[in-house]
């Protein structure tokens, strides 16, 4: 429910006839009219999808069939994605193919959100499950296999994908690139997974650099380099001595300066601060027993921090959580079983939120709406 004040400032809006307009301006700026929290839900629309008031969806492909006004037939079990600014003012959405096999493609958008494009940007590699965008532009494209690898991808494949081995060879989930600090961390989807990161030899190169892992001894936390990143013969996540398990690493980003990730196998949300070099658990099932938020997966995080988490199966939803652990669903896909949530991401204006159904079948979405009015807590 929107705050008093915040009701109060649109009705003074509505009344001196410019609520529309200084309301589309606050929600693609991303400024919080009162930082209310999610509402109830709509009844499914068109789409299937139960949304917040005063947001609207499309579906924007499917798998196995042409993208609308394109060529290009939307590759099977869309995943991981993330949204990418253009030169002439529009974006693209990139997303994986979590197949045999794999690859990853991207719908073009025009500044006016029409779709003028589509296409390959990776091809010829294995079950690319998550990833992340890095701050000069291009799409990390994680391979989830036990000699998995990390793909530089460019968002609407003008130029070749670039593997980029000494990220490790593992089991890649997702990857969330750390401008602050420098380097890419990287979550690994096994029961024992380990957390990485990778430190770039100069940033914005990711030829050359070391790849570290997460280790706590004592309850002292550190970053240890891995010898081997190829992971041959000994895996990477066995390496170094008191390496930090993870139960089945999942999706990351960053929000206002900290990694933020999902581990499945206890349905838990982190938070890892890497000035205080601390790490909390933000969002606990076993804690925060409401029942709103299973199957943890992919991360999606808005221009203001606020953490949106997919889900793999469970209500089918895509859930804000707060720094207190409180969940609220913002998005639901109805009548789909067999399947999970993935790829949630912003456009560059903050203001249209897309992801995929998995399977059952493979769809892509686009939710548009004032998605500003959700801020993260002071």
């Given at each position: 429910?929107?705050?008093?004040?915040?009701?109060?400032?649109?009705?003074?809006?509505?009344?001196?006839?410019?609520?529309?307009?200084?309301?589309?301006?606050?929600?693609?700026?991303?400024?919080?009219?009162?930082?209310?929290?999610?509402?109830?839900?709509?009844?499914?629309?068109?789409?299937?999808?139960?949304?917040?008031?005063?947001?609207?969806?499309?579906?924007?492909?499917?798998?196995?069939?042409?993208?609308?006004?394109?060529?290009?037939?939307?590759?099977?079990?869309?995943?991981?994605?993330?949204?990418?600014?253009?030169?002439?003012?529009?974006?693209?959405?990139?997303?994986?193919?979590?197949?045999?096999?794999g690859g990853a493609g991207y719908?073009?958008?025009?500044?006016?959100?029409?779709?003028?494009?589509?296409?390959?940007?990776?091809?010829?590699?294995?079950?690319?499950?998550?990833?992340?965008?890095?701050?000069?532009?291009?799409?990390?494209?994680?391979?989830?296999?036990?000699?998995?690898?990390?793909?530089?991808c460019d968002p609407i494949g003008?130029?070749?994908?670039?593997?980029?081995?000494?990220?490790?060879?593992?089991?890649?989930?997702?990857?969330?690139?750390?401008?602050?600090?420098?380097?890419?961390?990287?979550?690994?989807?096994?029961?024992?997974?380990?957390?990485?990161?990778?430190?770039?030899?100069?940033?914005?190169?990711?030829?050359?650099?070391?790849?570290?892992?997460?280790?706590?001894?004592?309850?002292?936390?550190?970053?240890?380099?891995?010898?081997?990143?190829?992971?041959?013969?000994?895996?990477?996540?066995?390496?170094?001595?008191?390496?930090?398990?993870?139960?089945?690493?999942?999706?990351?980003?960053?929000?206002?300066?900290?990694?933020?990730?999902?581990?499945?196998?206890?349905?838990?949300?982190?938070?890892?601060?890497?000035?205080?070099?601390?790490?909390?658990?933000?969002?606990?099932?076993?804690?925060?027993?409401?029942?709103?938020?299973?199957?943890?997966?992919?991360?999606?995080?808005?221009?203001?921090?606020?953490?949106?988490?997919?889900?793999?199966?469970?209500?089918?939803?895509?859930?804000?959580?707060?720094?207190?652990?409180?969940?609220?669903?913002?998005?639901?896909?109805?009548?789909?079983?067999?399947?999970?949530?993935?790829?949630?991401?912003?456009?560059?204006?903050?203001?249209?939120?897309?992801?995929?159904?998995?399977?059952?079948?493979?769809?892509?979405?686009?939710?548009?709406?004032?998605?500003?009015?959700f801020t993260t807590p002071g």
């Amino acid at each position: 429910m929107a705050h008093t004040d915040d009701l109060t400032r649109r009705r003074f809006l509505d009344l001196t006839g410019r609520g529309a307009l200084v309301l589309a301006a606050l929600g693609g700026t991303g400024l919080a009219l009162g930082g209310c929290d999610p509402g109830e839900m709509t009844d499914p629309d068109a789409n299937g999808l139960r949304l917040q008031p005063d947001f609207t969806s499309r579906r924007i492909a499917t798998a196995g069939a042409i993208v609308a006004g394109t060529d290009y037939v939307w590759h099977p079990f869309p995943d991981g994605g993330d949204c990418f600014r253009l030169p002439d003012g529009g974006w693209s959405y990139v997303s994986n193919s979590e197949a045999i096999p794999g690859g990853a493609g991207y719908v073009r958008f025009a500044a006016d959100g029409t779709i003028v494009g589509a296409g390959r940007c990776l091809s010829d590699t294995l079950i690319n499950c998550a990833g992340g965008a890095t701050p000069w532009g291009t799409w990390l494209s994680c391979e989830e296999y036990a000699s998995g690898r990390v793909w530089e991808c460019d968002p609407i494949g003008a130029v070749p994908a670039q593997v980029r081995p000494l990220m490790g060879s593992f089991s890649h989930e997702a990857a969330a690139a750390d401008p602050v600090q420098r380097c890419v961390y990287l979550t690994e989807d096994r029961t024992d997974g380990a957390l990485y990161r990778f430190v770039p030899t100069s940033w914005g190169d990711l030829s050359a650099g070391t790849l570290e892992v997460l280790t706590e001894v004592l309850g002292a936390l550190a970053w240890a380099p891995v010898s081997d990143p190829i992971g041959n013969p000994i895996a990477t996540r066995n390496q170094v001595v008191g390496t930090k398990r993870f139960n089945g690493g999942e999706g990351a980003a960053m929000s206002n300066g900290r990694l933020v990730f999902t581990t499945k196998g206890d349905n838990r949300v982190w938070s890892y601060d890497p000035v205080a070099n601390a790490l909390t658990v933000l969002y606990d099932d076993d804690v925060q027993v409401n029942g709103l938020l299973n199957g943890v997966d992919n991360v999606g995080v808005s221009k203001r921090g606020v953490i949106y988490v997919a889900e793999d199966g469970g209500n089918m939803q895509i859930v804000l959580v707060r720094d207190s652990g409180k969940a609220i669903p913002v998005v639901e896909l109805t009548g789909v079983t067999g399947s999970e949530i993935t790829g949630p991401a912003f456009d560059p204006s903050g203001t249209r939120l897309y992801f995929s159904s998995q399977r059952n079948p493979g769809a892509t979405y686009e939710v548009a709406g004032p998605w500003g009015r959700f801020t993260t807590p002071g």
